[in-house]
């Protein structure tokens, strides 16, 4: 079994910053894959940005340049850094992790969320 611990949500103004972070522990071979989405109320769950082992990434369109997804891959933590952040960007992030199993394979694991609220 994986766990998945965020911090670093809260509240901020408009154009300020916030970086989340999530560290992962537990038994697995390996990570390939560390990432965070987002869900407003009443709408979908989003990728908003994911990283891979080669340090590849993927970003939502809307996040692109303002937000910056890194990984400590000795301590199996990753990081969200949120700058510009505008209104919209209010959601939960939920930390995802994509572990390597030597039975099962590979398992995508999720954090609790924590919760992003930027005021106008």
């Known amino acids: 079994q994986v766990q998945l611990v965020e911090s670093g949500g809260g509240l901020v103004q408009a154009g300020g910053s916030l970086r989340l972070s999530c560290a992962a522990s537990?038994?697995?071979?390996?990570?390939?894959?560390m990432g965070w989405y987002r869900q407003a109320p009443g709408n979908q769950r989003k990728l908003v940005a994911k990283?891979?082992?080669?340090?590849?990434?993927n970003y939502l369109a809307s996040v692109k340049g303002r937000f910056t997804i890194s990984r400590d891959n000795a301590k199996n933590t990753v990081y969200l850094q949120m700058n510009s952040l505008m209104p919209e960007d209010t959601a939960v992030y939920y930390c995802?992790?994509?572990?390597?199993?030597?039975?099962?394979?590979?398992?995508?694991?999720w954090g609790q969320g924590t919760q992003v609220t930027v005021s106008s």
């Open positions: 995802i992790a994509d572990v390597t199993h030597s039975v099962i394979g590979v398992k995508k694991y």
């Open positions: 537990g038994s697995f071979l390996s990570i390939t894959a």
């Open positions: 990283i891979f082992n080669r340090n590849s990434t």
